[in-house]
């Protein structure tokens, strides 16, 4: 089993859609939830992070964590066009003084106009 | 501010040549440095990671290797590529709890041996 899985995608959606993308993870060790943005050939680049069970938001974007359950979403509101891109979840830890970080496999989102 | 740079942007290579690519960091110091390697529908797979100058520690067994010259220098090295080391090729640097726990990315290489 994956320490952490995510669904792959891709997923097309209409302009204004809310967007739903979940990773789950098997560590109960982890301790940092974090959601990256990637755009085609480039780096990812951090969207959100937190630490503690429940919603964190950010302008169009929320971020939920239920521990209990071992499960991570990240909801995008009004998506637009501007928001197709491929979103990583990543989860780490600290060990032995060194942030371990899993990344997901990645969602494909694609926004139609 | 930090800034994180690495080249080249792109590497078309034959098997079996030699491998170098590079990632400095600017604006901190004492980072932990991180490669990774990215491959279609796998995700991110974390290469090697640095704590400190000199300390390189290894999460899977490659064809690569890596050093760390300087402190916010890391290099990523091959001595005789293999067909399956083509892939995307991302540096990043984090630094401790608490303050900040994310990873920065550099732009990637990306990289196909032919």
Known sequence: QKEVEQDPGPLSVPEGAIVSLNCTYSNSAFQYFMWYRQYSRKGPELLMYTYSSGNKEDGRFTAQVDKSSKYISLFIRDSQPSDSATYLCAMSYNSGGYQKVTFGTGTKLQVIP | SQTIHQWPATLVQ???????????VEGTSNPNLYWYRQA???GLQLLFYSVGIGQISSEVPQNLSASRPQDRQFILSSKKLLLSDSGFYLCAWSVLFPVNTEAFFGQGTRLTVV
């Not at chain 2, 034959?14 to 400095?24: K, N």
Request: one cysteine or more; aromatic letters at 0%; proline letters at 14%.
């Open chain 2, 40 to 42: 279609a529908g796998r």
């Open chain 2, 14 to 24: 034959p098997v079996g040549s030699p491998l170098s690519l590079e990632c400095t």
